[in-house]
C-alpha cells in the first residue's frame, strides 16, 4: 500500500491546471508553426523538426493534454513521418555508397562508422526514445562492420609477420599501436591467426619494457609551512609509462614507504608530517606488462625539513 501510495503522489504532483495545460499547448503550436513549409530532403533542417517533435511528445505526455488542441498537428504528424523517411533513405544510401563486403579494407573504417553513427543517432532517437520504428538496413551495415572487424585483423596480422630482427623501431612501433588499437577479440583473432609465428608478438614487450626501463627521473623538492611538494623531470618517452610511485622515508638509505601513485609529475605531501623532520623522497616510473609492473630507475632523493 505505501509503494501504491508514493506511485500515486507521484502521479498526482505532476498534474497541472487546465491554464497550464493551454499554454503548453499553445508553446508547441508556435513551435510548429515555426517550422519550414516542407521537409529538406537534405536533411539541413531536422534538428527544427526533431525539436518540435521533443516538445509535442513531451506535451502529450501530460494528464489531460490532447492532441486536438495543438494547431497543425495533423500537417505536423505528416512531416515527421516524411522526415522520419528522409532519414531512412539519407541512412540506407550511406549504407548502399560502402564497398561491397568482399572489396572493404582498412581505408574504409571512417566511411563504415559514419554510417553507424547515422543509424544509432536515428534508431536511438525513434525506437529507444519514443518506442517507433525506423527501418534503415543494418543487417547489411552490420555485414559491412564485420567484413571490417577481420580486414583489421589481416591487416595487423600482416604487419606483425613482417616484423624481423632487422626491423627498425619505426616499424615495431607502427605494428604495436595498431595491435593495440584492436579490439580484445580482435587481439585474439591476430594471435590466433599467427601460429608458430606468435613470437614476433614478444618485440612489443620487449619494446615497451625498453622504454619504460630507459627512462631518467630527476626529483626536487620544496617545503611551506604544513607541506612538503616533490616535482619530477622524465628524460626519455614519458607516454610509456603508465604512472609514477613516491616512496618517503625519514632516512635516507632505508625505510622508504610508497606515498602515492600518481599519473602526474608533482605529489604535495600534507599528511604524516612532522615539524622539524627532515623527510626522503624518491621516485620511479612503472608500466603494467602482462599483468606485472615494470619500473624506471629510481629518481635522486630529493629531501626536505618540514616546516
Not at 170 to 193: F, I, M, P, T
Not at 230 to 236: A, D, H, L, P, R
Amino acid at each position: 500500500v505505501k509503494a501504491l501510495y508514493e506511485e500515486a503522489k507521484k502521479e498526482v504532483d505532476t498534474l497541472i491546471t487546465q491554464k497550464e495545460l493551454d499554454a503548453k499547448a499553445k508553446e508547441v503550436s508556435d513551435a510548429i508553426a515555426k517550422l519550414p513549409a516542407t521537409v529538406d530532403t537534405k536533411l539541413t533542417t531536422e534538428d527544427q523538426f526533431m525539436a518540435a517533435k521533443d516538445a509535442y511528445e513531451a506535451y502529450l505526455a501530460l494528464y489531460g493534454a490532447e492532441k486536438a488542441d495543438v494547431v497543425g498537428y495533423v500537417v505536423f504528424e505528416s512531416k515527421m513521418a516524411a522526415l522520419k523517411t528522409a532519414q531512412q533513405n539519407a541512412t540506407n544510401d550511406a549504407i548502399k555508397a560502402l564497398p561491397a563486403v568482399a572489396k572493404i579494407s582498412v581505408a574504409d573504417k571512417a566511411a563504415i562508422e559514419a554510417a553507424r553513427a547515422m543509424y544509432d543517432k536515428y534508431y536511438d532517437y525513434y525506437y529507444d526514445q519514443y518506442d517507433e520504428a525506423f527501418t534503415a538496413n543494418e543487417a547489411a551495415l552490420k555485414e559491412a562492420e564485420k567484413a571490417l572487424y577481420n580486414a583489421e585483423v589481416a591487416a595487423v596480422k600482416q604487419m606483425i609477420l613482417k616484423l624481423t630482427d632487422a626491423s627498425s623501431s619505426e616499424d615495431v612501433a607502427a605494428a604495436k599501436a595498431a595491435y593495440e588499437a584492436l579490439s580484445g577479440s580482435q587481439q585474439r583473432a591476430v594471435k590466433a591467426g599467427l601460429g608458430s609465428f606468435l613470437y614476433k608478438l614478444d618485440k612489443f614487450e620487449e619494446m615497451t619494457i625498453a622504454a619504460v626501463t630507459s627512462l631518467k627521473l630527476t626529483a626536487k623538492s620544496s617545503a611551506k609551512k604544513g607541506s612538503i611538494t616533490v616535482k619530477w623531470t622524465v628524460k626519455g618517452d614519458a607516454s610509456a609509462a603508465d604512472g609514477y610511485q613516491v616512496w618517503k622515508s625519514t632516512k635516507q638509505s632505508k625505510g622508504y614507504k610508497k606515498a602515492i601513485t600518481t599519473t602526474k609529475k608533482s605529489y604535495k605531501n600534507t599528511k604524516g608530517l612532522k615539524k622539524g623532520t627532515r623527510y626522503y623522497y624518491k621516485v620511479r616510473a612503472y608500466k603494467v606488462v602482462d599483468g606485472k609492473n615494470v619500473y624506471s630507475d629510481w629518481s635522486n632523493k630529493a629531501y626536505r625539513v618540514a616546516k
